[in-house]
Every structure is written in C-alpha cells, then in structure tokens.
Nanobody, 118 residues
Framework: QVQLVESGGGLVQAGGSLRLSCAAS????????MGWHRQVPGNQRELVATITSGHTTNYADSVKGRFTISRDNAKNTVYLQMNSLKPEDTAVYYC????????????WGQGTQVTVSS
C-alpha cells in the first residue's frame, strides 16, 4: 500500500502563488508516475500535471507556463508550484501515484483545498 499526504493549499488572491507538497510512504518502490489532479464540486476530476521517476513532465493546457511539477526522489515527495493563479484554478487538489507507467494510478491523497479570489 501507498500513502499520500498533501499539504500547502489555502486562500490566495488572483495572480498569487502557492506550492503544494505530497509526501509518499509505504510500498513506494513500484511508483514511477506521480501527479496532481483537481476537482470542482459537480465536475469530474481532471489531470493537472504528472511527472515520472525520470522527471519527464506533462501538463494540462490550462496550466502550462504557470504551474511546475517537480519531485525529490530522495524525500519521496512531489511538488506543484502554482504561479499566476486564476479564480478558475479554485478546486480541491489531489496527489496521485501510479505504477506501470500509467498516467493515473490507484493511490490518492486526501486532497487539499486551493481557493483563488478575484
């Protein structure tokens, strides 16, 4: 089993920045893709960004140029640096871990709220 614990959400004004962290523990040797997803009530959860163990990244078009995903393999932690935040970025952000090089895996964190005020 893999446990994921997110931190770093909060309230910020439009144009501001936040950094989310996700610490992984447990049976992590098989994890090779980690990512961030977000969900607004009433909507489906959507992919924000992913990063492989080799640091290859992928972003949703809506966040390209504003968000940066990174990981520290030694600390088993993945980060999401969010700059130039917009009100439409408001959502609950979830960390995800996957095996077998899949984009989305079975392991999810509890979620952290990000609210961007206009």
């Amino acid at each position: 089993q893999v446990q994921l614990v997110e931190s770093g959400g909060g309230l910020v004004q439009a144009g501001g920045s936040l950094r989310l962290s996700c610490a992984a523990s447990g049976t992590i040797f098989s994890i090779n893709v980690m990512g961030w997803h977000r969900q607004v009530p009433g909507n489906q959860r959507e992919l924000v960004a992913t990063i492989t163990s080799g640091h290859t990244t992928n972003y949703a078009d809506s966040v390209k140029g504003r968000f940066t995903i990174s990981r520290d393999n030694a600390k088993n932690t993945v980060y999401l640096q969010m700059n130039s935040l917009k009100p439409e970025d408001t959502a609950v952000y979830y960390c995800n871990a996957a095996t077998n090089w899949r984009t989305v895996g079975p392991y999810w964190g509890q979620g952290t709220q990000v609210t961007v005020s206009s």
